[in-house]
């Protein structure tokens, strides 16, 4: 019935212009409209529909056609890889964590994300006349340790160099950046399967190691934002910025790796502190340089060292990780369907919107920018100490990898847990973790408990039992008013069979709504002033219990006994712990009652 | 540039090497050189030995410098955001003018630069000044305060982040030369003129 309203002649179509896809309806006032010739519609069928059904139907319809071309991009199976081979280089523009700006005193923007537009602006960067640009030194901690994060040779001398063009995000007519000395060269990222490499990358190895060919400092550009019709309102808040360039090799082959790449660099940005906001709040970019071969064969272009490449296209200004996925997968596409039809690769540069399905195209070669690149002369050389270098080395942070590996093997948290609680709260869950394990084990007497143990048991509870609390409550982390203390309170007792783990869940509830430092009662008190101790039921008061309940549900019984339903076997355990006092059915123990008593 | 400085006062010196920076001139040369000949400073400066029209293309004849199309004028204009020729006449003499600024460059790529490093600027570039503008431990000392370590277990450095920023920046009036202003942004036109 409604089939056939979708299959419209598309000339009827056309006819509602501001429309787009809706069809028209065919119901009881069209009809009646058509009836007295006043509708433009040739033709609908007989049949009336609900409005509500017709609106159901059409968003059905949208969204399944909608699932049908993301399906296409997000194509997980690459229809050419036996044929084509891909070779993608990431361009990678961070924000650096610094407190001023690279070449003014003005503070960063990256601190306060609410203050006014045009407040944080030196002359400098507001290129008045005269001015000249002052190197702040303080910058160069994050981007030292960004280069050493990444395993690059860092340069004693490095320059700055001026990259011409006219923008009005550009007030002084050129960037400054290092295109002929960067600070640091020759690099490398290592990833795993577990990074998101796509399996056919790492072809057998447990990992592979992405060449960085170099990593420049540079200045941000100001933030424009479009007025219609063609107005730009312009804000030198974050003109002057510091940004570094992080250059790979063209040694990735696929756009999953591509994006794995992005991730994981972004990770360990934010791990050594250089970069303290991520893709999502616009503090990383990336470009991409996209080129296919046919496999086997080597084409005439090279870059950074790796030859036999094909023509390379670049797309510019990406800013999410489906993006970068989304975009290469597009792009591939595009150049290899260009050169199944005989055609040529340009080098050009294009651009990616959200949702689209083929690149744009920005630049043709023709429209090539001429930098015209030369050394700034109001700028001395960058002259770094290695005293510096090698002291940043040695007290660099625990990288991400490390991290998670140490979590695994001392507190026997799985790869996934490990990774999460890593990741989460800049770090502060992990280390309220391990200091309620410490709690734990000084508490207990027993020397021999097993680390492992005591580590997975308080590694579910931060991440799923509090976390859990916090999403419910909906607070940040760093207003959660349960101390560690109390936790590992919980904990040992919970371990020393005090309470149980139905009466420890009820506790950190309590602890988590009560106001943090207004005489806050201790887990022990807690646990006394509620009788929750565990008065453990004798053999009798259990067979007691189970047997009464037992009778009372005498299908259940038969269900198990006879049907052998082992599964409601907890549906008894459960109702022996309700109607217990609290605290004093283990449901472990109970459960083995029941077992005994309807003999399965 | 090497030829200039060959050309200009210096020969006077007589024996000294052209080639010898001005920094090692001694005291013994000029006595040496006293010694030869008397020289006659007012003869000498009366008449230049050298003027820079040598390097610009002689008037009467046309210079050998490769012809400057219409459109490569236009592509450099638009590169230097500057405005285009008004007429025929104007873009003519920016031609002929850039046409003898090429000539004077073309002469002075003639000098022979081998082995020469571009002078960027004048700056101190010995042992001592490389080390006082070294940026080693003692000169980000202050910048290595503004950090702590986090974390017992877990141990984080981060950057401190101080509310009490420098106010010094922020004292001038930012949007005072704004031809256009709207609220507390500049505005700027984007759409195309014609």
Known sequence: MSSKIRRCAPATLSLFANTSARTPRACIVSQWLRSRGLTTVESTPSQTVPLRKHLKDEAKRKKAEAKGSNINIKAKTNPHSDEWELTVGVEIHAELNTACKLFSAAPATAADINGLPNTRVALFDAAMPGTQPQFQR??????????????????????????????????????????YEPFAKNGNIVLRAEDGVQKTDLSGAQSISIGIKQIQMEQDTAKTTHHAPSSYHVDLNRAGHPLIEIITLPQIHSPQTAA???????????????????????????????????????????????????????????????????????????????????????????????????????????GEVDYRYMPDADLPPLVIGCDLVDHLRTTLPELPDATILRVQQDYGLSAKDAKTIAALDDGERLEFMEETV???????????????????????????????????????????????????????NLQLKQITSRTAKHLLATLHELPPNEGRPSVEQLIDNGNLRLRPLSEEGYSALAGAIIAENPEMAKAVKEKGHKGKVMWFVGQMVRRGDEGTVEPEKAREVVERLLGS | MHHLVRCTGLRA???????????????????????????????????????VSSLLPPKDSASDA?????????????????????????????LSTLSSQLHFVKEIQKVDTAGIEPLRSLRDETMQGEKEAELGMEAMKDALAQEEVRGKHHKRIRRRRDHTAAKQEEDWDVLGTAQRKVGRYFVVEGGKDK
């Open chain 1, 138 to 179: 303080a910058t160069l901690l994050p981007a030292l340790r960004a280069a050493i994060a990444l395993g690059c040779d860092v340069q004693r001398k490095s320059g700055w160099d001026r990259k011409h063009y006219s923008h009005w995000d550009q007030p002084n007519g050129y960037q400054i950046t290092q295109y």
């Open chain 1, 260 to 366: 794995a790449v992005v991730r994981k660099i972004q990770t360990l940005l934010k791990s050594v502190d250089a970069c303290a906001t991520g893709m999502e709040l616009g503090g990383l970019r990336a470009d991409v340089n996209v080129s296919v071969r046919q496999r086997g064969s080597s084409g005439n272009y090279s870059y950074g060292g790796v030859s036999g490449l094909g023509q390379r296209t670049e797309i510019k200004n990406l800013s999410s990780f489906a993006a970068i996925e989304n975009a290469i997968m597009a792009e591939r596409d595009r150049q290899i369907g260009v050169l199944e039809a005989g055609g040529v690769i340009e080098g050009e540069t294009r651009g990616w919107t959200l949702g689209a399905s083929e690149t744009t195209r920005l630049r043709g070669k023709e």
């Open chain 1, 438 to 492: 410490e709690l734990v084990l000084d508490k207990a007497d027993d020397d021999q408990v097993d680390k492992t143990k005591v580590g997975k048991l308080v590694g579910n509870w931060v991440l799923h039992e509090l976390g859990g609390l916090l999403a419910t409550s909906n607070i940040a982390w760093a207003d959660v008013t349960v101390s560690e203390t109390e936790l590992a309170d919980i904990i040992a």
């Open chain 2, 13 to 51: 010196a007589g024996s000294l090497n052209a080639s010898r920076r001005s920094a090692e001139f001694s005291t013994a040369s000029i006595a040496r050189s006293q010694k030869e000949s008397i020289l006659d400073i007012e003869k000498l400066l009366s008449r230049p030995t050298w003027s």
């Open chain 2, 66 to 94: 490769p012809e400057v199309t219409s459109k490569q004028l236009h592509h450099l204009l638009r590169l230097s955001a500057l405005p285009p020729p008004k007429d025929q006449q104007e873009e003519a003499k920016m």
